[in-house]
T-cell receptor, first 112, second 112 residues
Framework: KNQVEQSPQSLIILEGKNCTLQ??????????LRWYKQDTGRGPVSLTI?????NTKSNGRYTATLDADTKQSSLHITASQLSDSASYIC???????????FGAGTRLAVHP | KAGVTQTPRYLIKTRGQQVTLSCSPI?????VSWYQQTPGQGLQFLFE???????NKGNFPGRFSGRQFSNSRSEMNVSTLELGDSALYLC???????????FGSGTRLTVV
């Protein structure tokens, strides 16, 4: 069964600290992996998109890695800010039509 | 460039009623997909339309249906509403089969 699992479920960090979110997937055939940030009550916003041949992608303070062999990805947030408080969702595209399989998300709270 | 527009933003309906949600994609985007997001199940794929044809469908009952018009605007209909249909309904658009989905802000449906 195609699944995307994320850990931890929730995380609290202090402003300025770094953190890493994890994503494991069992999706076949694999098309791509993306990380989204979703503020409460809003639609997800894309942070990074990686295909099979890419193993790292950065977007400002966000850096995503992908290990296609172990089917793992991580999202590293550097020098966190209060505005980083949100849910971070790992999404894997399946097949030629790129059907999206969603993880349950990690809820990040950045405290001053 | 306007983003993905969903209307209405909030909706309250009674059990047994039906509801129609609307999504206007980014200009030039021919693919529109719909998702249901609940606290318990996370984001789940409903269906995707491309050039007025449904090309992918998730595991939802037949009460959930959709359509796409020639101008790429899409509507989603839910008949015989149940309390469990209360959720944030998101739509996303993309040009075709490429990876970049852009999400709207969603319609918050509450069934009472």
């Amino acid at each position: 069964k195609n699944q995307v699992e994320q850990s931890p479920q929730s995380l609290i960090i202090l402003e300025g600290k770094n953190c890493t979110l994890q994503c494991n997937y069992t999706v076949s055939p694999f098309s791509n992996l993306r990380w989204y940030k979703q503020d409460t009550g809003r639609g997800p916003v894309s942070l990074t998109i990686m295909t099979f041949s890419e193993n790292t992608k950065s977007n400002g303070r966000y850096t995503a890695t992908l290990d296609a062999d172990t089917k793992q990805s991580s999202l590293h947030i550097t020098a966190s800010q209060l505005s980083d408080s949100a849910s971070y969702i790992c999404v894997v595209g399946e097949g030629g039509y790129n059907k999206l399989i969603f993880g349950a998300g990690t809820r990040l709270a950045v405290h001053p | 460039k306007a983003g993905v527009t969903q209307t209405p933003r909030y909706l309250i309906k009674t059990r047994g009623q039906q509801v129609t949600l609307s999504c206007s994609p980014i200009s030039g985007h021919r693919s529109v997909s719909w998702y249901q997001q609940t606290p318990g199940q996370g984001l789940q794929f409903l269906f995707e339309y491309f050039s007025e044809t449904q090309r992918n469908k998730g595991n939802f009952p037949g009460r959930f249906s959709g359509r796409q018009f020639s101008n790429s605007r899409s509507e989603m209909n839910v008949s015989t509403l149940e309390l469990g249909d209360s959720a944030l309904y998101l739509c996303a658009s993309r040009t075709g089969q490429e990876y970049g989905y852009t999400f709207g802000s969603g319609t918050r449906l509450t069934v009472v």
